[in-house]
């Protein structure tokens, strides 16, 4: 189906249409049409235009009035302060709208046809190291995302560049080949819980580590053992395959208890890019892009100097010819520019790794891998904090598990889904504690722009009132429970009918929904869908408070209320959904 014009794009075409008739001399005018708590919108930019045809800006915009095809959608429209022209709609024109709206299984969310394939690099947890609450924000973000790119037209290609190559690999295997049967924990064909697999390595790792520390011959062995995993000596690869296989049985059940759907083919770990990281230091080395300094292979930047005042290198290769997360950034960059045809890389990583990023991407533009065509973004984030503002840890000081924090919170959700059910199962509960419980974390994350800090708070997370996933899902339960009980009335638009402040205030806002998403995806910016959808849940509630809906004056009412009710359901639903949050159908 064709994009649907929103209201806003058709009042705007109009005042642009009736600025060009005024000052031709112009050409094609932006009008910076805005919505305003004076009217519906106001057009600003008769200002800038007046300042630069040297004009009297009341009485261009006097000329713009008269000019103006008001057709069926402006109802009124005033000259206000220095030139302003502020605008109201009429009823019906947002009715008519909402229609269109309504018929579109889109919501009117525009499909961009040409948009080019972007790659997303998310959710990126250390085979044989637990999960905790610093993974939180780099898989629901990146979750999101997808989700809202692939929605507005993108190919996305989801990439988990996971830790999976490096000195501790030696450790475990050379400790595993010493004491060749601490791994097994099951017989046959029976597979360990995603808790069985991470206990199983967590003791592996302690144990290796105590030897490693205390036992000189011991380490000299493992060291010598990564020297055979980067030769790809058989018997050690094997044993490695076997802790990055232990690994994702416990990595999929955090991602399952998380709600994020992770597929086999996504994760591609560090150890994806060894084959090409002789070529790309070749490559970066043939160029002049990257120059030997004291044996190391070096980028160096004029911008970034350390404390002594000298230049920060990028330090591809190291010089005893190991190579360091520069080697294998630069060659993903490679393989996925190259390989995938990627035209937009995203990263979502945490802030502080801003200054390593910087540099890789420099490097690649220099290395011509980046272009005017291809560009690379770090969607960096922010720190999750504890209650008093300090970075989240235990109370022996230690970080917490992801795991623990997921399973509190949906238990926290049972409790304030329990104490508010009035015909729910105890299955029920349990089912509707779990996608309210995920669906806190998630908002609350996803409703802090990403590049800020934010406080991890479950009891302000799991409350009704306020900006809470909870709040939204109960609006949407709200309705649905409306849509049930409303018998033979069927949602209709009544365009003829006069709608209330509060109906046109909803109505606006439901028509403001596709221009939201596509900025959300262009500027990826979750935390905007977010603070749409808590403005409309809380249109909604003064909408419900204000207007009856099935004991409406009339039968025609009944129905155009109903349609405003479904529209918001859909709306709510569409929107949670690209966040990554359920919304149940009761609560």
Same mark, same amino acid.
Not at 135 to 141: D, F, K
Not at 201 to 210: C, E, G, T
Not at 449 to 478: E, H, I, P, W
Not at 551 to 568: G, I, S, Y
């Given at each position: 189906?064709?994009?649907?014009?929103?209201?806003?794009?058709?009042?705007?075409?109009?005042?642009?249409?009736?600025?060009?008739?005024?000052?031709?001399?112009?050409?094609?005018?932006?009008?910076?049409?805005?919505?305003?708590?004076?009217?519906?919108?106001?057009?600003?930019?008769?200002?800038?235009?007046?300042?630069?045809?040297?004009?009297?800006?009341?009485?261009?915009?006097?000329?713009?009035?008269?000019?103006?095809?008001?057709?069926?959608?402006?109802?009124?429209?005033?000259?206000?302060?220095?030139?302003?022209?502020?605008?109201?709609?009429?009823?019906?024109?947002?009715?008519?709208?909402?229609?269109?709206?309504?018929?579109?299984?889109?919501?009117?969310?525009?499909?961009?046809?040409?948009?080019?394939?972007?790659?997303?690099?998310?959710?990126?947890?250390?085979?044989?190291?637990?999960?905790?609450?610093?993974?939180?924000?780099?898989?629901?973000?990146?979750?999101?995302?997808?989700?809202?790119?692939?929605?507005?037209?993108?190919?996305?290609?989801?990439?988990?560049?996971?830790?999976?190559?490096?000195?501790?690999?030696?450790?475990?295997?050379?400790?595993?080949?010493?004491?060749?049967?601490?791994?097994?924990?099951?017989?046959?064909?029976?597979?360990?819980?995603?808790?069985?697999?991470?206990?199983?390595?967590?003791?592996?790792?302690?144990?290796?580590?105590?030897?490693?520390?205390?036992?000189?011959?011991?380490?000299?062995?493992?060291?010598?053992?990564?020297?055979?995993?980067?030769?790809?000596?058989?018997?050690?690869?094997?044993?490695?395959?076997?802790?990055?296989?232990?690994?994702?049985?416990?990595?999929?059940?955090?991602?399952?208890?998380?709600?994020?759907?992770?597929?086999?083919?996504?994760?591609?770990?560090?150890?994806?890019?060894?084959?090409?990281?002789?070529?790309?230091?070749?490559?970066?080395?043939?160029?002049?892009?990257?120059?030997?300094?004291?044996?190391?292979?070096?980028?160096?930047?004029?911008?970034?100097?350390?404390?002594?005042?000298?230049?920060?290198?990028?330090?591809?290769?190291?010089?005893?010819?190991?190579?360091?997360?520069?080697?294998?950034?630069?060659?993903?960059?490679?393989?996925?520019?190259?390989?995938?045809?990627?035209?937009? /890389?995203?990263?979502?990583?945490? @802030? &502080?790794? +801003?200054? %390593?990023?910087?540099?890789?991407?420099?490097?690649?533009? *220099? =290395?011509?891998?980046l272009n005017d065509d291809v560009k690379a973004v770090q969607l960096a984030f922010g720190t999750v904090l504890g209650k008093d503002g300090k970075p989240f840890k235990t109370r022996e000081g230690e970080t917490v598990r992801l795991v623990d924090l997921l399973d509190e919170a949906v238990e926290r959700a049972a409790a304030v889904v329990r104490e508010k059910a009035q015909d729910l199962t105890e299955e029920e509960i349990a089912e509707r504690g779990a996608q309210v419980g995920i669906g806190a974390v998630k908002y609350a994350d996803l409703s802090t722009s990403a590049s800020r800090d934010y406080k991890f708070d479950l009891d302000q997370m799991v409350s009704l009132t306020g900006d809470t996933s909870v709040y939204l899902q109960y609006a949407y339960?709200?309705?649905?429970?409306? /849509?049930?009980?409303?018998?033979? @009335? &069927?949602? +209709?638009? %009544?365009?003829?009918?006069?709608?209330?402040?509060?109906? *046109? =205030?909803?109505?606006?806002?439901?028509?403001?929904?596709?221009?939201?998403?596509?900025?959300?995806?262009?500027?990826?910016?979750?935390?905007?869908?977010?603070?749409?959808?808590?403005?409309?849940?809380?249109?909604?509630?003064?909408?419900?408070?204000?207007?009856?809906?099935?004991?409406?004056?009339?039968?025609?009412?009944?129905?155009?209320?109903?349609?405003?009710?479904?529209?918001?359901?859909?709306?709510?639903?569409?929107?949670?959904?690209?966040?990554?949050?359920?919304?149940?159908?009761?609560?």
């Amino acid at each position: 189906m064709a994009s649907v014009p929103s209201l806003a794009s058709s009042v705007e075409q109009r005042v642009s249409d009736a600025l060009a008739s005024a000052l031709p001399e112009a050409g094609a005018a932006d009008p910076l049409l805005r919505r305003s708590d004076r009217a519906d919108f106001q057009a600003n930019g008769i200002l800038a235009l007046a300042k630069k045809a040297k004009a009297n800006p009341r009485e261009l915009a006097a000329t713009v009035l008269e000019g103006l095809d008001k057709g069926g959608v402006i109802k009124d429209v005033e000259v206000s302060g220095p030139g302003f022209l502020n605008i109201t709609v009429s009823d019906e024109a947002i009715i008519n709208t909402l229609a269109a709206r309504a018929a579109d299984d889109r919501l009117g969310v525009p499909l961009n046809e040409s948009a080019g394939t972007t790659v997303i690099d998310y959710a990126q947890p250390n085979v044989a190291k637990e999960m905790h609450v610093g993974h939180l924000r780099s898989a629901v973000i990146g979750a999101a995302m997808v989700e809202i790119l692939e929605f507005t037209g993108e190919k996305v290609i989801r990439r988990h560049h996971i830790g999976d190559w490096g000195t501790q690999f030696g450790m475990l295997i050379q400790y595993l080949l010493e004491h060749p049967h601490e791994l097994d924990h099951k017989g046959g064909d029976e597979e360990a819980s995603g808790e069985e697999a991470m206990s199983n390595l967590n003791r592996l790792y302690k144990a290796s580590r105590a030897l490693f520390d205390s036992d000189e011959e011991f380490k000299t062995r493992a060291r010598a053992r990564v020297v055979d995993l980067q030769a790809g000596d058989p018997r050690t690869l094997e044993l490695w395959q076997r802790f990055v296989d232990e690994s994702k049985i416990y990595f999929y059940s955090v991602f399952d208890k998380l709600d994020m759907d992770i597929q086999d083919p996504d994760v591609v770990g560090e150890s994806g890019y060894n084959d090409m990281l002789v070529e790309t230091c070749k490559l970066l080395e043939e160029s002049g892009v990257a120059v030997r300094s004291n044996g190391a292979l070096c980028v160096f930047f004029d911008e970034y100097k350390g404390p002594d005042g000298n230049p920060t290198p990028l330090i591809v290769q190291k010089s005893d010819g190991g190579f360091g997360y520069a080697a294998t950034d630069l060659s993903a960059i490679r393989n996925r520019v190259t390989d995938l045809a990627a035209t937009s /890389l995203i990263y979502v990583v945490d @802030a &502080r790794q +801003a200054l %390593h990023f910087k540099m890789v991407f420099e490097t690649a533009r *220099r =290395a011509g891998w980046l272009n005017d065509d291809v560009k690379a973004v770090q969607l960096a984030f922010g720190t999750v904090l504890g209650k008093d503002g300090k970075p989240f840890k235990t109370r022996e000081g230690e970080t917490v598990r992801l795991v623990d924090l997921l399973d509190e919170a949906v238990e926290r959700a049972a409790a304030v889904v329990r104490e508010k059910a009035q015909d729910l199962t105890e299955e029920e509960i349990a089912e509707r504690g779990a996608q309210v419980g995920i669906g806190a974390v998630k908002y609350a994350d996803l409703s802090t722009s990403a590049s800020r800090d934010y406080k991890f708070d479950l009891d302000q997370m799991v409350s009704l009132t306020g900006d809470t996933s909870v709040y939204l899902q109960y609006a949407y339960a709200r309705i649905q429970s409306i /849509l049930r009980k409303a018998g033979e @009335a &069927r949602p +209709a638009a %009544h365009p003829e009918l006069e709608l209330t402040a509060s109906e *046109r =205030a909803l109505g606006l806002h439901l028509d403001g929904f596709g221009a939201l998403v596509a900025e959300a995806a262009q500027e990826y910016a979750p935390h905007k869908l977010a603070a749409y959808l808590y403005q409309l849940a809380s249109l909604y509630t003064t909408f419900y408070a204000e207007c009856p809906v099935l004991k409406a004056d009339t039968p025609e009412q009944v129905e155009n209320r109903l349609f405003l009710c479904d529209l918001t359901a859909r709306t709510l639903n569409k929107g949670m959904a690209l966040l990554g949050i359920r919304t149940p159908e009761k609560l």
